[in-house]
């Protein structure tokens, strides 16, 4: 059964972590009808939907996706590059541990799940200021004896890997490719985002349908055009926190 994790949005979420936007005053409610609909809509796709409870004193705990990396054999849990955001884990650890076994990236290294792009048994990792070469190397120590491929990338002018790239169908990826290094991708193909919405890379394909954030609307136009089927949800209070859609659930086969 496919599970989503997820985590209802803190109240303290007016305080988040922000590095490549200005901060702009969140509606609170407004934030947590979106993120109830992102939930509803992952459970309408066929995920079984574990929502944990919001944490009133850590700002960015509803991108659940940044401590924690599940794949088929095993959990990796990261120490976010972030200091303030490291209790984030606690909890997850918690309920990860139900479901896989437990490994863990240990400091000086840094590591974050929006850094971390699986494509089959390649794992491309971004190089950022919140993930670090130490952790990736812990990474590729902990995933070598399952057969798994870590491939650095560089990455610069947003947050995450997957900020600037995400992989929405067979072999196609829909990027921003001014953000990160493409060599890495060259067996891909690729859907550019419109050169008017840079930040339109991050998308979460789900059971066929392709969710895809309802603000980047000539972004959306160039998918749809490939016969992708595509399903828009606003998250744009969500976005004044830097939000993409992928952050926001952690998905695995449980």
Partial sequence: ???AITRAVSPAIVRCELSFIDRQPIDLGRAREQHQAYEALLAKLGARVLSLPPEPDLPDSMFVEDPAIVLDEIAIILPLGTESR???ATSLTQELSKYRKL???QLPGTLEGGDV???GRKVFVGLTKRSNAEGIRQLEEILRPHGYEV???SVKGCLHLKSAVTWIADNTLLANRAWFDTKPFAAYDWIDVDPAEPHAANALALGGTIIFPASFPKTRGRIGSLGLRVTTLDIS????AESGLTCSSLLFES
């Fill in 1 to 3: 059964m496919l599970t």
């Fill in 86 to 88: 490291r209790p984030e």
């Fill in 103 to 105: 490994a863990h990236v």
């Fill in 117 to 119: 792009l699986r494509i």
């Fill in 151 to 153: 491939i650095p990338v």
């Fill in 237 to 240: 209070e969500l976005q004044k």
